[in-house]
Nanobody
Framework: QVQLVESGGGLVQPGGSLRLSCAAS????????MGWYRQAPGKQRELVAT??????TNYADSVKGRFTISRNAKTTMYLLMNSLKPEDTAVYYC????????????WGQGTQVTVSS
């Protein structure tokens, strides 16, 4: 089993910055994908960014140039969010995916990010 714990959410004004963290523990393989997803009220959960253990990254078009995903070894991941907009308001979820015979996905409990003046 894998446990994921997010932290760093909160209330920020438009144009401000926040950094989210995700700490992973448990049976984590040496090769995996970690990512951030978000879900706004009344909307489906959507991809924000992912990062492989190799360091390869992928971003949603809506956050490119504003958000930066990074990770420390294989167990801690960060999301630096700059130039935040009201439309970035959502619950942000940490995700870890790894494969051994089958693909398993794990989720954190989520952390609220609110961008408002």
């Amino acid at each position: 089993q894998v446990q994921l714990v997010e932290s760093g959410g909160g209330l920020v004004q438009p144009g401000g910055s926040l950094r989210l963290s995700c700490a992973a523990s448990g049976s984590i393989f040496s090769i995996n994908t970690m990512g951030w997803y978000r879900q706004a009220p009344g909307k489906q959960r959507e991809l924000v960014a992912t990062i492989e253990t190799s360091g390869s990254t992928n971003y949603a078009d809506s956050v490119k140039g504003r958000f930066t995903i990074s990770r420390n070894a294989k167990t801690t991941m960060y999301l630096l969010m700059n130039s935040l907009k009201p439309e970035d308001t959502a619950v942000y979820y940490c995700n870890l995916g790894q494969t051994y015979l089958i693909r398993r996905e794990y989720w954190g409990q989520g952390t609220q990010v609110t961008v408002s003046s």
